[in-house]
């Protein structure tokens, strides 16, 4: 069974940093796509950033430039660096892993965890 677990969540003051982190078991860690997503109260949830099995990444507008996401297949972990944040960037953040076998496709979101901005 495929397990998707985020940490590295909190408070943290306007302008600061975080790193989040997301650990795969249960699976090929390296045959996926991951992504962190977020999703703020009154919102859909949205794609921040994404790295292929390649390691070719790509980021919303709204991140770029402050967000940094990278993998190490041989910890089995994805993780997004978060910089010069902002109260916008409030949210619950969530991982998700996407691979195909070419037959099926297998997706995996892991259970969230909360960003908070503030002063």
């Known amino acids: 069974q495929v397990q998707v677990v985020e940490s590295g969540g909190g408070l943290v003051q306007p302008g600061g940093s975080l790193r989040l982190s997301c650990a795969v078991s249960?699976?090929?860690?390296?045959?996926?796509?991951m992504g962190w997503y977020r999703q703020a109260p009154g919102n859909q949830r949205e794609l921040v950033a994404a790295?292929?099995?390649?390691?070719?990444?790509n980021y919303a507008d709204s991140v770029k430039g402050r967000f940094t996401i990278s993998r190490d297949n041989a910890k089995n972990t994805v993780y997004l660096q978060m910089n010069s944040l902002k109260p916008d960037d409030t949210a619950v953040y969530y991982c998700?892993?996407?691979?195909?076998?070419?037959?099926?496709?297998?997706?995996?979101w892991g259970q969230g965890t909360q960003v908070t901005v503030s002063s």
């Open positions: 790295i292929t099995s390649g390691g070719i990444t």
């Open positions: 998700n892993a996407d691979t195909t076998d070419g037959i099926a496709r297998y997706n995996y």
């Open positions: 249960g699976s090929i860690f390296s045959m996926y796509a």
